[in-house]
Every structure is written in C-alpha cells, then in structure tokens.
T-cell receptor
C-alpha cells in the first residue's frame, strides 16, 4: 500500500520566518495531496491541497509544491505567526480509496 | 462546526468492555472514514464505507467492527477493549469515494482504564 514519509517531525521558527515541511510518497498512482492542520485536542482541518496535474498552488501565506518525478511534495508557510503553531499532516491518495497520512510535524512559531 | 458530528466526545471505560462510537457525515456526503490517532501518533486508517457498503479496510483489529446505516450515519464498535485502544477516534466524510473534500469530525476521545 501507499507509504507517506514526512519530515521534520518538529520544527521551530521565529515569527515572520518561513517554514517548510516535506513529504514523500511511494505509490506512483497517487494523484491527490492534501495538507491538514491539527491544533491540540482538535480535529484535523484541511488547509490546502494539490492534484497531480498541478505543480504548485498558493493560498495567501501557504503554498504547496509537487514533484511527481521525485514523488515528493512540500508545504511552505511564509511570514509565520504564533497562530500557525500546530501539528501539520501531509496525506496522499494512491491506488486505494482512502488518504494515507504522514506522521506529522509539530510546528512551533516563537514570538 | 465542520458538519461531521461525532458522539460521544469523551468515553471512559474499563478493559474488556465494549463501546460504540457514532458518526453523522456532512449533509450530502456518502463516504465515511474512520481513523485512530494514538497519543503523539499520526492518523491510522481503519475502515471506509460508501453509501452503506464497506469500501476499504486498513489496519483494523478483529475486535473492531463498523457499519453504515441507510441514513448514512456510521458506528464503530470496539470490543474486548485493551489499554492500548485508548486514543482519539476520528470520523471523516467526503461527497463520494474519491476522497476529495475530506472533512473530519471533532473526534471521540476513548480512555480505557
């Protein structure tokens, strides 16, 4: 089945700096790559997604890039703010019908 | 409010017991997915239903079972509970089996003592 690896597991940045989280996937048939943000004790919330026919997608301070050849995709957060502190999960939809999630990245934005 | 409703929010029970977690999907969504999130762990896929039928199974234990009813709500049954079953159990729904537009409920926190 699909395997998704996510790095780093923890990331600390100064407020205003950029943060980058990277994921790799194994299933070459994967065609949908969402990112979720989970605050402590709350549900994961979709923040951005990208489909395999697109190389990059932006939404204000958040962007996702996809390299299908290398089977990796990344989340970029610019001008980080304290409220960006959370656990971020990448996910991939491969040949199976469900999303496979990465192990998560704890992002801490230091004031 | 995501539109996906999970009950109860919290559940404390003893080892060996059986519990039922309930999920009502967002209006119009036909697919329901169950995930388990243990402490400091990622989201582990358990099972998916689409319009009443089981569509995919993940690492779901034999002690666990699920179903989706004609009104599309779903129940996850956990039996012979062990301490290691303590976790957050999330339900998610999407409009169809293609998983686009995956929305999570607020989860049920299960504590087995």
């Amino acid at each position: 089945g699909e395997n998704v690896e996510q790095h780093p597991s923890t990331l600390s940045v100064q407020e205003g700096d950029s943060a980058v989280i990277k994921c790799t996937y194994s299933d070459s048939a994967s065609n949908y790559f969402p990112w979720y943000k989970q605050e402590l004790g709350k549900r994961p919330q979709l923040i951005i997604d990208i489909r395999s026919n697109v190389g990059e997608k932006k939404d204000q301070r958040i962007a996702v890039t996809l390299n299908k050849t290398a089977k990796h995709f990344s989340l970029h957060i610019t001008e980080t703010q304290p409220e960006d502190s959370a656990v971020y999960f990448c996910a991939s939809r491969g040949s199976a019908r469900q999303l496979t999630f990465g192990s998560g990245t704890q992002l801490t934005v230091l004031p | 409010d995501s539109g996906v409703t999970q009950t109860p929010k919290h559940l404390i029970t003893a080892t060996g017991q059986r519990v039922t977690l309930r999920c009502s999907p967002r209006s119009g969504d036909l697919s329901v997915y169950w995930y388990q999130q243990s402490l400091d762990q990622g989201l582990q896929f358990l099972i998916q239903y689409y319009n009443g039928e089981e569509r995919a199974k993940g690492n779901i234990l034999e002690r666990f079972s699920a179903q989706q009813f004609p009104d599309l709500h779903s129940e996850l049954n956990l039996s012979s509970l062990e301490l290691g079953d303590s976790a957050l159990y999330f339900c998610a729904s999407s409009p169809d089996s293609m998983v686009y537009g995956y929305t999570f409920g607020s989860g049920t926190r299960l504590t087995v003592v």
